[in-house]
């Protein structure tokens, strides 16, 4: 039995091609897969299904994705919503990181890197594990907030591991700059190029491959070797 046949996933999107096609692929992999085709009608489901984890678009009529999942925050904090965006919208995207989303994906969505998502996502809700197996035989061990590659802990400053634990937080998809800046930096005034001299150095400390590069976007986690 895998992790995802235990949880209850809610899907807000407008388009209804888009949520049928997605069901369609997808959907039966899980206990239950809920649809609803705005912020305000999966808002209502939300309350009656208290989904596991919430999958939505970002723009929408009614209410948008980011209004409903700041809303879904406020009444469960810990229940990961998964934000589709295209990538025109990355001013939108910004509004994501205070909103706490825990996932954004560019659209077109391939529902194989969805999936991929949300077991990455089911195992952390399902085993709560303290130890992330990362790309390249590295390792993150969240208790201690250190990084192992086998079994030898890796030498890193405060903000080098502050940068990790929230790529590691987003493993499998991108982390915005802003949001590097913000968890990292807290908003202290950063050039980009003190950034990637930044990135340069925890490279030089880990793997070439290991943190990849998005321009123009983030950065996130090589778990492909």
Do not use: C
């Not at 085993?127 to 208790?143: I, P, R, W």
């Amino acid at each position: 039995m895998s992790d995802l046949s235990k949880l209850v996933i809610l899907f807000v999107e407008d388009e209804d091609d888009l949520r049928d096609a997605l069901e369609s692929a997808i959907g039966d992999e899980f206990a239950k897969f809920i649809m609803a085709r705005d912020g305000d009608d999966g808002l209502k489901k939300f309350k009656k299904y208290k989904p596991d984890i919430v999958v939505t678009d970002i723009m929408m009529p009614v209410m948008d994705g980011l209004n409903m999942a700041k809303e879904i925050k406020k009444l469960s904090k810990q229940t990961p919503v998964v934000i589709l965006s295209a990538f025109s919208e990355k001013e939108r995207l910004l509004g994501a990181i205070d909103a706490g989303i825990d996932k954004y994906l560019i659209k077109p969505i391939d529902p194989d890197e969805l999936l991929r998502v949300l077991k990455v996502l089911a195992k952390e809700l399902l085993t709560h594990n303290d130890s992330v197996e990362l790309g390249f035989g590295y390792q993150f061990d969240k208790n201690r907030r250190v990084l192992i590659k086998e079994g030898v802990t890796i030498f890193l400053t405060k903000k080098e591991l502050l940068f990790i634990s929230v790529l590691v937080k987003n493993l499998g998809v991108f982390v915005l700059h802003d949001e590097i800046k913000k968890s990292v930096w807290t908003n202290k005034k950063v050039t980009d190029s003190a950034i990637r001299t930044f990135i340069k150095r925890v490279r030089e400390k880990t793997d070439k491959e290991f943190i990849k590069n998005i321009p123009g976007l983030g950065y996130k986690i090589n778990t492909q070797e």
